[in-house]
C-alpha cells in the first residue's frame, strides 16, 4: 500500500508531507481535503502519472522534489530540474528541458537501488526502471476522475450489464462464494442510494437492469438514468468488478454528482467495498459529508 507521498515546492509554493496510513485511520480509505488551487486533483495526477511511468505528463506539473514511501519499505524519489532560456524582447521564460532524475530503492537494504532518467528533449528515449516497473505489476492503480472529466455514456453502463450478464453465466464464477457477496453488495449499495423511482434487478439474462417502482413494474431504458446515477453506477461496478485485486483507487471529488443524501451515505458503502476487495482508496473531496466529518481519515492540505 501506498502509505505516503511527500511533495516540494508543487506549483512552486507548497509542500505537503501527506501520511496515507497512519494509526488514527484503521480502514484503507483516506480523503484529502482543501481549498481550491492547494493541488488536491493534482496529487492524484501525479501518482497516478507515476504508478503508470507516464513521465511526460508528470513533467508537466512544476514541483522540485517528490517521494512516494511504501508500507513495505520501498521508496521513489523523483527530482525534477527545469532548465530555461530568456529570450530578447520577450517577456516569460521558455522551459528549453525538464528533467526527471529517480531513485527506486529499500529503506532498509543498502544493496538496492535503482536510478534512471526522463529527458523532455528525448521524450521517446524511454528510461530503463525493471525494479520499480516489476515492482508496480504488483501495485495496480485505477482512477475515477470527477464528473467533469468523466464521461462515460450509456455504452459503459450497457457494457458492464453485458460483462455481468457474462459472469453470472459462467458456473464457475457465479458459485463462487467471493462473488456472491459481491453480487449482493452491488445491489444493496445502488438500491440504497435509491435512485429516483428505479430498482435494480440482477439476473444471469441481462446482467442487470431498471424497473420502475410503479405498479406496472415497466422495464426502463439506460438512458432514463440521471448523470448522477449513472456515475454511481459505474463507480460501483468498476469497484466491485473491474478493479484488481490489490489495487490503489484515485476517486476525485465524487460529491460533484451526489446529492447531500448520496454524500451521507457514500462512506459507507466504500467501507462496504474495502471489506469484500483487498483495495486501497484515496479520495479528493470539498465535502466532509463524504467522511461524515471523520476526520481523523482526512488529510487537510490547507493545513498541511
Request: hydrophobic fraction near 35%; aromatic fraction near 14%.
Amino acid at each position: 500500500m501506498l502509505k505516503a507521498i511527500n511533495i516540494y515546492s508543487l506549483f512552486g509554493f507548497y509542500n505537503y508531507s501527506l501520511p496515507i496510513i497512519n494509526s488514527k485511520n484503521d480502514t484503507p480509505i483516506s480523503f484529502i481535503t482543501g481549498p481550491n488551487g492547494y493541488g488536491k486533483t493534482t496529487i492524484l495526477r501525479i501518482i497516478d502519472y507515476l504508478y503508470n511511468q507516464n513521465y511526460s505528463h508528470l513533467a508537466q506539473i512544476l514541483f522540485d522534489r517528490l517521494e512516494l514511501l511504501f508500507d513495505d519499505g520501498y521508496i521513489l524519489e523523483v527530482q525534477q530540474t527545469r532548465t530555461t532560456e530568456q529570450e530578447d524582447n520577450i517577456d516569460f521564460e521558455g522551459y528549453n528541458n525538464i528533467l526527471l532524475n529517480m531513485h527506486f530503492f529499500h529503506e532498509s537494504r543498502n544493496d538496492f537501488h535503482e536510478r534512471f532518467c526522463w529527458e523532455s528533449q528525448q521524450p521517446m528515449l524511454e528510461p530503463v526502471a525493471n525494479n520499480f516497473s516489476t515492482y508496480l505489476l504488483s501495485h495496480p492503480i485505477y482512477y475515477i476522475k470527477d464528473n467533469r472529466l468523466y464521461h462515460r455514456e450509456e455504452s459503459a453502463v450497457r457494457e458492464n450489464a453485458r460483462q455481468l450478464s457474462v459472469l453470472l453465466n459462467d458456473p464457475q464464477t457465479a458459485q463462487s462464494n467471493d462473488f456472491q457477496k459481491r453480487i449482493r453488495a452491488f445491489q444493496e449499495i445502488i438500491n440504497s442510494y435509491q435512485f429516483t423511482n428505479k430498482e435494480l434487478q440482477i439476473d444471469a439474462r441481462y446482467g442487470y437492469r431498471f424497473i420502475a417502482t410503479n405498479d406496472d413494474r415497466t422495464i426502463l431504458p439506460y438512458e432514463s438514468l440521471s448523470s448522477g446515477e449513472k456515475h454511481i453506477l459505474i463507480m460501483t461496478y468498476d469497484l466491485l468488478f473491474h478493479a484488481d485485486d490489490d489495487s490503489l483507487i484515485l476517486i476525485d471529488e465524487p460529491e460533484l454528482s451526489f446529492h447531500l443524501e448520496w454524500q451521507g451515505v457514500f462512506l459507507n458503502q466504500l467501507d462496504t467495498i474495502t471489506q469484500l476487495r483487498t483495495i486501497q482508496c484515496i479520495v479528493c473531496t470539498h465535502s466532509p459529508e463524504i467522511f461524515k466529518y471523520q476526520w481523523n481519515m482526512s488529510i487537510d492540505l490547507f493545513n498541511n
